[in-house]
């Protein structure tokens, strides 16, 4: 049986950094990772050139159901300090909407960039554990290359979402095993989909993209609306996924900050014989707006539209409240919403409380970013901390 100081279990973006920082403080670091390659979901994150972190995050961005949990970690080891390592390895950026960085050239550049930082770390991938137990000094761990202990243990094996990368509930295992809750894991950053009969309305819409409020309860966003041949998709749509549950409706705002029945009035008034769908096709995408107006029965001339069906229309655009049937699950969602419950966890260490020595850091314990950088930001704020002490 090999003896480490600490072992990884998991090699992603919160192990890697987890991994990176107990090495340099000279501890004996082995990281195991059951895939034949480190990093993937890295590799693929923000169509291959990661979007590494957000300018703007800060624990409001965050979702948990011990909300407060992420403030220390992220605190600890900001946006600014992920960007300064960026620098340092000479790794030109970009900046798109709302904050987003991404790499110039590829996201290989932060995986390399992690390995080059873990250099002294032992990375083992190809490996199946197979069995975790605890011993007098430590855990044991027993994978399909033989024993290996150590008296940390690490666990950052992510969630289920996109399992084709090959990811699984091996964390929430673990953490079962020793006695923590497990928040009930769902998808989250996911597409909507939708009934039949929904589905039949949307037929053609395929493609179209708006700028719309999508709103559940208090939370609300303000991005692109994509409709698909599935349903609604799109960055306002895999936002506010992360807050819908099954039953649940979504309010949706076509022309945000634009009153459409004033607006289709004043119309009225100075261009009465213009086509419903015409005006409406001036502020939104013509096959869409023409769609809106058969379905609230708008499709004359504004002068022979009564003001009743004009208000209708107008709800439809501003209020227009629909109800998903489900989503397209963890085969397609960008993250794990539930985990390990993090009231068992020390908010500075990542450290269980009752088992010292043991850790969960990364996407498997309960904290899920909204879309745009910020899940990778936790990853390397949480694997920053848990490397502090391990």
């Not at 979007?51 to 600890?76: G, I, K, Q, W």
């Not at 399909?144 to 295992?173: D, N, Q």
């Not at 989909?193 to 559940?216: I, Q, Y």
């Amino acid at each position: 049986m090999t003896d480490f100081d600490a072992i990884i279990i998991g090699a992603g973006a919160a192990g890697l950094m987890c991994a990176g920082e107990a090495a340099r403080r000279g501890r004996r670091v082995l990281v195991l990772e059951r895939a034949s390659r480190f990093g993937e979901k890295i590799r693929i994150s923000g169509g291959g050139r990661a979007n590494f972190t957000n300018l703007h995050a800060s624990p409001e961005n965050y979702l948990s159901d011990n909300p407060r949990f992420c403030v220390s970690a992220l605190a600890r080891y900001t946006q600014h300090d992920f960007i300064a390592l960026v620098e340092k390895h000479g790794i030109a950026y970009h900046e798109r909407d709302h904050g987003q960085l991404f790499c110039d050239d590829s996201a290989q550049q932060i995986i390399d960039m992690l390995r080059d930082e873990a250099r002294d770390a032992v990375i083992q991938t190809g490996t199946a554990v197979e069995r975790v137990s605890a011993n007098g000094t430590g855990f044991a761990v027993e994978t399909s290359r033989g024993p290996y202990a150590a008296r940390a243990l690490v666990i950052a094996s992510g969630g289920p979402s996109i399992p084709k990368m090959g990811a699984t509930g091996f964390g929430y295992e673990i953490a079962r095993q020793f006695g923590l809750k497990v928040i009930a894991p769902r998808a989250g950053l996911v597409p909507l989909t939708f009934d039949p009969d929904m589905k039949a309305r949307m037929e053609g819409l395929s493609g179209v993209s708006v700028n719309a409020t999508a709103a559940h309860g208090k939370t609300s966003f303000t991005e692109a609306l994509l409709f698909t041949h599935r349903g609604l998709s799109g960055p306002v749509i895999l936002q506010i996924s992360s807050y819908w549950n099954p039953g649940d409706a979504i309010m949706l705002d076509l022309l945000p900050g634009i009153d459409a029945f004033a607006t289709l009035k004043d119309f009225k008034q100075s261009e009465p014989r213009k086509e419903v769908s015409t005006v409406l096709s001036q502020m939104l995408p013509r096959r869409l707006a023409q769609r809106l107006a058969v379905w609230t029965g708008c499709g004359g001339r504004l002068a022979e539209t009564p003001d009743m069906s004009l208000r209708a229309l107008g709800d439809h655009i501003n209020r227009w409240q629909i109800k998903p049937t489900g989503s397209e699950g963890m085969r397609t969602a960008e993250v794990t919403v539930g985990g390990v419950d993090t009231r068992a966890l020390s908010s500075k260490t990542m450290e269980v409380r009752s088992r010292p020595g043991l850790y969960f850091i990364g996407e498997t314990v309960d904290v899920t970013g909204h879309l745009g950088g910020f899940n990778f930001q936790w990853a390397w704020a949480s694997g920053f901390a848990c490397g502090q002490v391990v």
